[in-house]
């Protein structure tokens, strides 16, 4: 099988003392590619040096929602992942922020990108604002958004609407009902991220799965976390993304081989990938 694994954070240091053979693991199980969503500009230098040492890495740059907080440096952050779009995929803008460094040769999205209001809703008018500033970049670079969302899809889905026609991308770590992903699908340009929570047990996603177009989904693992079963409870890691895949045929009636050619070219479609 050919497998897509569209978020992993496997540049973290979670995978240093065995990175090598958690690439050979995947590899070996069929996965062709990796997308490395950004978190924060404390780990991007990680993800920079991992997306130039594999030629199947495919970087995304972006702020996610649980770093801006009140720390006063996020606004400042946000300043940095725009300069390093226009320094890596800007054209005559990026005369605008100097010729700073390019970490890596292109930017194939924006994100981990979105909103979180499940530790806290202290944030939410400075969460706001930043992912609409990473949406409004998206669209200005042409670029798929990879967007996170916990304790707040009515908010994401309902800022997302104002961006219809526009935005465009994947929803990531999807676990939610038919009713959520009929929303997201009227957006259109748009499809969903399934991992870990698709094996336990309790997850609603078996009984939505089956009414997700498998032409709307992609696989995830965002290793090192949302583990899937048997392995829940211990690092995650790409080479895992074979259960989701599994599992998904299993709840929609297909062949793990089907699920596996669909979703990897709903990869390379939704996020752009060469």
């Known amino acids: 099988m050919r497998l897509i694994d569209t978020h992993t954070h496997i540049y973290g240091e979670e995978f240093d003392g065995d990175r090598s053979e958690v690439l050979l693991r995947a590899e070996e199980v069929g996965v062709e590619a990796f997308v490395l969503p950004a978190i924060d500009g404390e780990s991007n230098e990680r993800m920079f040096a991992l997306s130039r040492a594999l030629p199947n890495a495919y970087p995304f740059i972006g702020l996610h929602p649980t770093s801006v907080n009140d720390n006063p440096r996020w606004r400042e952050e946000l300043a940095e992942v725009e300069r390093l779009l226009r320094a890596c995929n800007g054209g005559e803008s990026a005369a605008s922020v100097g010729t700073a460094e390019r970490p890596v040769e292109y930017f194939y999205g924006v994100g981990e990108v979105g909103l979180d209001f499940y530790w806290s809703n202290d944030f939410r008018e400075e969460q706001t604002e930043c992912f609409r500033r990473q949406v409004e970049l998206s669209i200005e670079f042409d670029l798929p958004l990879i967007i996170h969302t916990r304790s707040a899809w009515d908010e994401m889905l309902t800022l997302l609407e104002e961006y219809k026609g526009r935005a465009r991308g994947v929803l990531h770590a999807f676990g939610e009902g038919v009713e959520v992903y009929e929303r997201i699908k009227a957006l259109g340009g748009f499809g969903v991220g399934i991992g870990g929570v698709s094996t336990y047990k ?69 996020l752009g990938l060469q």
């Open 202 to 270: 309790k997850s609603p996603l078996a009984e939505s799965i089956p009414h997700i177009n498998l032409g709307d989904i992609v696989l995830e693992t965002d290793s090192p976390y949302l583990t899937p079963v048997p392995f829940r409870g211990r690092r995650n890691e790409p080479a895992y993304v074979v259960y989701v895949c599994n599992r998904i045929a299993e709840l929609k009636g297909l062949s793990a081989e089907e699920v596996a050619e669909q979703t990897t070219l709903n990869a390379r479609r939704l």
